[in-house]
Each structure stands twice: as C-alpha cells, then as structure tokens.
C-alpha cells in the first residue's frame, strides 16, 4: 500500500499544482475577508501573494519529491513579508493564523480531489492521513523560522524607529522657528487638532523592561481609544501623543487600575493642548508631573498634571517649599497617622468650603468626628483656620502632592533609629 500511497500523493500534488494560480487567489482573497490586518495596500498586497504562492511551491514541490523536513526553511517571499509584517507593526498571531487557515484550506483541496479520484477509500483515507502529516510538519518546520524572522525584525525595526522617531521629536519640540507644516513633515503625522502627551517609564531597568514600557502603552491607548504616537527614548523610558480632532478624552480610572495591575509601570499625562504649540506644552506639562511622581516616591503609578500643576511648579525649589510649608503647618506635618487623619480632615473641610456636613459626607464619618478633628488642628496649628487658610490650604495641597510629611518623616525616623551594629 506505501507505493500506492506515494503514487496517489504525487498526483495529487500535480493536479494542484496545474491549478496554482486559482487557489492562490482563492487563499489569499480568504487571508484578506478573514483577517484584518492582511488587508494591505498594492505593494505588500502583492507580496502577499508571492508569500503564499511560494509556501504552496514549497509543499507541491515536498509531496511531489520526497523532500526531507531537515531540508525545509523558510521560502524567501514568505521570509520577506514577515519583515514586512513585522515593520508594519502588524501583529504576530494574525500571521501565524493564516498559516494555519492556509493549511485547513490546502487540505480540503487534496480531500475534494480525492473524492473525486479513481482511489479507493482505503487508499484515500491513508492518502489524506499521509499528506496531513506532511503539510502540518512543513506549517510547523517553517512557522518556527517565521516567528524568528518576525521578531528579530520587530527588534530591529523598532529600535531604529524608535532611535529616528525619538530624535525627530526632540527637533520638533525644541526648535523654536519650525513651522507647522514642517514639523507635521518630520513626524509623518498631523499636528493641527489636539494632542495629549504621556510620559511611560519604569523605576529600574530589567529584562522585561521593554515590555513593560509596551504594556504601558498599550494601557494608555486602552484608556483613551487611540493608538498614541509612541517613542522609546532610553531603556527606562518612553513618550507618546494621543491626538484626535477633539480635545483627546482620558479614562483615568481605568488606567489607574490597569497599572496597579502592573507594578513597576508609571505614567505622567499632561493638560491637552491645540497644534504645535499644544504638542510641545502638553508634553512640558507631562514632564513636570513626571518630575513630581519621582519626588512624591512610588507609590502613586499615575500622575495627572491637571491635578497637580501648582505643586510641580515647586519641585526645583523644593527645600525652600519644604521650609514654607513647615513655616506655615508647623506641628501638623508630624509623620504618625493621627496627624495624617487631622490634616485629611483639614484639608477636606477646607475644600468643602467650611462646611462640617459635607466635609463629614466626603469622609463617611459623623459631622460631631469632623468638628473635633477641626478644633484638635487648629490647637496643634495654635490659631484657628480662619487666619492665613489660603496658605494653610496650599501648604496642605503641597504636601500632600509632594510626598513631603511622609518623607520628613522616614528621614527623621532613619535619624534617630539605631544604625545597623549599634548597640540598642
């Protein structure tokens, strides 16, 4: 029965192969209804077609010859469009999809032509079954030089990219006389609606790093709806624009939580801004929430400028803000939870504009807790809040946003506790 096997797969194999051209068409027009990132324009559509006419060769020509699996790699069409794919930033299991759809599909070809042959059903049984065998360990040999191929031009392509991308916004965002059309040039993208600028990055470089930064990434575009603008700019570091013809709309719980699901990622977004000017600001404001996420410490993973513009405008005279804010809330800023609690409450019923009943439902606690936590503040301040409130309001805001009662605090706590080898 083996030579009859290999007869009847020969013929197979030929009678497929005098009608090449058809089923090209008919797998590749099923490649581009099916999955959506195959529909490419004329230049990559063609290669398209080449890669999948070759992978057919190669099978027809491994039925038809007897060609060992040491002896399959990777036709050169096909290895190209996973470059192409990759530089694309197409992704991966789209690829690999179509090899498997492509092998379902070439299989009901050879099952349809044996139906119809003269074998009988014993012989076209073990005949499918042989060819089966076949085709899988040709998709399998030649899938594992596709995944290498793809991502080591992913690797490639992205660090070039990035390396291109990342100098070409630094040039639009610090050249002062370029103009819009130019810089719309430089970028290969549209700067006259509004934009939204991010800062991604993680605390300490790592071999995940890279993904870390792409996960984030992917948040913020989760987040927004939009796919950003995106540029790697050191290994702990990347930068990226949401742009829309609107003022670009931001889930930021969503994104919060995302990242707490994550540790290790961090993200700082600034205030939207119009054209090139707001490309430029909204990225300015991005780097100074930044700056005050890495004053305020690691625990809050993302930063609205919106929320804290007042105080990161102090992080480069943060001694002397530091100084004012003890000038102003003296005793208050002692780092123990009891104070902690009195300056929430303060800084609570300030903001509900002197008003103990909604100052006690913000908090969920009795409006009565509310009224002595108040006047315990004021004892500890030695004044009531009526005297100097705005300053004690920012100076409360300030040091909240800054980190800087619990800093003082670790700090005056590391300097009077007993050093590591003395005596206790």
Request: aromatic share 4%.
């Amino acid at each position: 029965m083996s030579a009859d096997v290999d007869r009847t797969i020969r013929d197979v194999a030929g009678r497929v192969k005098a009608d090449l051209d058809r089923l090209t068409a008919e797998m590749t027009a099923m490649f581009t209804e099916v999955i959506p990132e195959f529909r490419h324009d004329e230049e990559v559509r063609r290669l398209m077609i080449a890669s999948t006419a070759s992978n057919l060769t190669a099978i027809l020509d491994m039925l038809m010859l007897s060609i060992s699996r040491s002896d399959i790699t990777v036709p050169p069409a096909a290895a190209e469009y996973a470059r192409r794919f990759a530089q694309h930033g197409m992704s991966l299991e789209a690829l690999l999809r179509a090899y498997r759809l492509g092998e379902h599909m070439f299989m009901q070809q050879t099952i349809t032509l044996l139906r119809h042959s003269e074998a009988g059903s014993d012989l076209a049984l073990e005949t499918t079954g042989r060819i089966a065998l076949l085709v899988n360990s040709y998709i399998d040999q030649v899938i594992e030089g596709v995944i290498d191929i793809y991502e080591s031009e992913r690797r490639r392509w992205d660090a070039r990219s990035d390396s291109t991308r990342a100098a070409q916004i630094r040039a639009v965002l610090d050249t002062a006389d370029l103009d819009l059309a130019a810089a719309e040039q430089m970028l290969a993208a549209s700067l006259r609606g509004w934009h939204l600028a991010a800062i991604v990055w993680v605390g300490t470089p790592a071999a995940a790093t890279t993904d870390l930064l792409r996960a984030g990434a992917a948040m913020l575009a989760a987040a927004t709806g939009k796919n950003p603008l995106m540029a790697s700019v050191d290994e702990q570091n990347c930068w990226g624009w949401i742009s829309s013809a609107g003022k670009p709309s931001l889930d930021a719980d969503q994104l919060e939580r995302d990242l707490r699901r994550k540790p290790g990622i961090r993200v700082a977004i600034g205030d939207p801004g119009a054209g090139l000017a707001g490309f430029r600001q909204t990225f300015r404001d991005a780097q100074l929430a930044r700056n005050l996420a890495s004053v305020a410490g690691p625990t809050r993973p993302l930063t609205l400028h919106s929320r804290v513009a007042l105080a990161s405008l102090l992080v480069d005279q943060l001694p002397d803000t530091k100084a004012w804010v003890r000038r102003v809330l003296g005793d208050l800023m002692r780092d123990d939870e009891t104070t902690a609690r009195l300056r929430e409450t303060v800084q609570t019923y300030l903001d509900a504009r002197g008003s103990l009943t909604d100052a006690a439902a913000r908090m969920h606690v009795h409006k009565n807790t509310v009224h002595y936590r108040i006047r315990r503040a004021e004892e500890v301040l030695g004044h009531p809040l009526t005297v100097n409130r705005l300053e004690i309001e920012v100076a409360l805001m300030v040091s909240q946003q800054l980190g800087l009662g619990q800093a003082e605090g670790r700090r005056e706590q590391a300097a009077t506790s007993p050093r590591s080898g003395d005596s206790a």
